[in-house]
């Protein structure tokens, strides 16, 4: 069982800046760019690997 206290450093594809994640971090989790504020979504966790979130479309009641 991991550490709870450990953190896990993944690499942010908008801007290049350190992304601390929890230990219990899980894929498909949002984080957020330290830099931007933008939303980045947890695709692997070994290696950790970040994309930017999929962007939710307006829903016009159609």
Known sequence: M???????VAISPITGAE???S???EV???VDDPETGEE?????IDPPE???APQEEEDWGE
């Open 2 to 8: 991991s550490d709870p206290n450990q953190k896990i």
């Open 50 to 52: 970040l994309k930017p």
């Open 23 to 25: 230990a219990d971090v």
């Open 19 to 21: 992304v601390v994640l």
């Open 40 to 44: 980045l979504e947890v695709v692997s």
């Open 28 to 30: 498909g989790e949002l």
